[in-house]
């Protein structure tokens, strides 16, 4: 599938993703990490995104996170991205891009939070960092799970979209094994850009923005093509 055009949809959740240039890491130490998620809570403020969720790695970020107005999400990465890798060519002495380009995002139904929201918690736990999520302090897993707070998020947002209604709860779905086939999923569209969800979710969107946003399947024939 091609990357399409950024797109945002307000007052609904995105998956939103970025790496360091050439993979490089981006956080050397913890005081990194906190600095970083710093500025993210003062932008996400600033300009009214509210974070659902978050995973900071070494050398990638992952967010899920509901922007209140369309330019909410490229003014708290773009601005916070920015301060940041000042602060890190600074502590380091370099010079040049911090970032692999621009952020990847897609925009997710309810179906499809729910397994973002996991994909993302249980990354430390797929490159053998931690035996579970809630052992890693630089995601919202224990938050969600109701082991630590955060100023970061609030747990009631995402709660609200599913049926989970308590800590215990989160944590046994996140403890639970990864689907393959889920991931590679998140993954694709993230990195295409294309909405995540059913039918009907993608149709209104594309009522709402005028273009087609669903991917066509493998193999279609090509306009010229005929079937013989």
């Given at each position: ?161 599913i049926e989970i209604k308590q800590g215990s709860e ?59």
């Open positions: 599938m091609p990357r399409i055009a950024r797109l945002v949809v307000p007052d609904h959740p995105h998956h939103i993703t970025q790496r360091g240039n050439y993979r490089q890491e981006i956080f050397k130490d913890d005081a990194d990490r906190k600095q970083y998620l710093e500025f993210i809570s003062y932008y996400s403020k600033k300009y009214h995104l509210e974070i659902l969720s978050y995973c900071i790695m070494s050398n990638h970020v992952h967010f899920i996170a509901t922007p209140k107005k369309e330019d909410s999400l490229a003014l708290v990465f773009r601005t916070a991205h920015t301060r940041y890798s000042q602060y890190f060519n600074k502590k380091i002495n370099a010079y040049g891009h911090l970032w692999q380009g621009r952020f990847y995002s897609c925009v997710l139904d309810e179906q499809h939070l729910l397994a973002a929201a996991r994909y993302i918690e249980r990354n430390p736990v797929r490159i053998k960092i931690v035996k579970k999520p809630t052992d890693y302090i630089w995601s919202s897993a224990r938050s969600h799970a109701g082991i630590s707070h955060s100023d970061i998020i609030n747990t009631s947002p995402l709660f609200k979209y989160w944590k046994d779905f996140i403890y639970e094994s990864d689907e393959p086939d889920e991931i590679a999923v998140i993954r694709r569209y993230t990195m295409t850009g294309r909405p995540l969800g059913g039918a009907s979710f993608v149709q209104r969107l594309e009522k709402v923005f005028g273009e087609r946003l669903h991917a066509l399947p493998v193999g279609r024939p090509g306009k010229g093509s005929s079937n013989k």
